[in-house]
T-cell receptor, first 119, second 115 residues
Framework: AQKVTQAQTEISVVEKEDVTLDCVYETRDTTYYLFWYKQPPSGELVFLIRRNSFDEQNEISGRYSWNFQKSTSSFNFTITASQVVDSAVYFCALSETMNYGGSQGNLIFGKGTKLSVKP | ETGVTQTPRHLVMGMTNKKSLKCEQHLGHNAMYWYKQSAKKPLELMFVYSLEERVENNSVPSRFSPECPNSSHLFLHLHTLQPEDSALYLC??????????????FGPGTRLLVL
């Protein structure tokens, strides 16, 4: 079973629109970590945020905000007033602390959501 | 140099060639990783090193051979590759491996094309 699901394969918006990228995860752990990374066309994965399972407070960083809902196993990412430079593939990832078949500590990535922001 | 660097950024090789990818991290981390990213596939973890010792090898074909001479450098030696090995190869580092929750910092990747 897929542990991290990013159901939106591609999203296209016009500049200044708000956009939310969905991430749903699955784990048996009570302690785990969630991440978002951005991959621009250049290829490098850029770390955006790390959140542990005990901290359900939403976080805002400039135009970026994250909504962690343990009850629905979701960790959604919203970009407010999107810009062309936000165009990239965005990955959500899970890191578990228990060892399930050698997965402890590894980043389990979703398939990514490609965001295109048009001027 | 800062962060994680990778060389070369682009590589074209024939199936009979031998080449190496290099990764260097300037973050003082103790763990390093190789990932493969193919079109339309999730990121695949290939190898994990902790303090120069390989701790994970995810059933990667032997034509990929990693080497970690110290905690700052990681190599991926390539020989007799197949066209399906064409992909973006990403290197990452983190402070530690064990326990989970470590943030991994990635390099820019090497785009490999096997002809």
């Amino acid at each position: 079973a897929q542990k991290v699901t990013q159901a939106q394969t591609e999203i296209s918006v016009v500049e200044k629109e708000d956009v939310t990228l969905d991430c749903v995860y699955e784990t048996r752990d009570t302690t785990y970590y969630l991440f978002w990374y951005k991959q621009p066309p250049s290829g490098e994965l850029v770390f955006l945020i790390r959140r542990n399972s005990f901290d359900e407070q939403n976080e805002i960083s400039g135009r970026y905000s994250w909504n962690f809902q343990k009850s629905t196993s979701s960790f959604n990412f919203t970009i407010t007033a999107s810009q062309v430079v936000d165009s990239a593939v965005y990955f959500c990832a899970l890191s578990e602390t228990m060892n399930y078949g050698g997965s402890q500590g590894n980043l389990i990535f979703g398939k990514g959501t490609k965001l295109s922001v048009k001027p | 140099e800062t962060g994680v660097t990778q060389t070369p950024r682009h590589l074209v090789m024939g199936m009979t060639n031998k080449k190496s990818l290099k990764c260097e991290q300037h973050l003082g981390h103790n763990a390093m990783y190789w990932y493969k990213q193919s079109a339309k596939k999730p990121l695949e973890l290939m190898f994990v090193y902790s303090l120069e010792e390989r701790v994970e090898n995810n059933s990667v074909p032997s034509r990929f051979s990693p080497e970690c001479p110290n905690s700052s450098h990681l190599f991926l030696h390539l020989h007799t590759l197949q066209p399906e090995d064409s992909a973006l190869y990403l290197c990452a580092s983190s402070p530690r491996v064990a326990g989970g929750g470590e943030t991994q910092y990635f390099g820019p990747g090497t785009r490999l094309l096997v002809l």
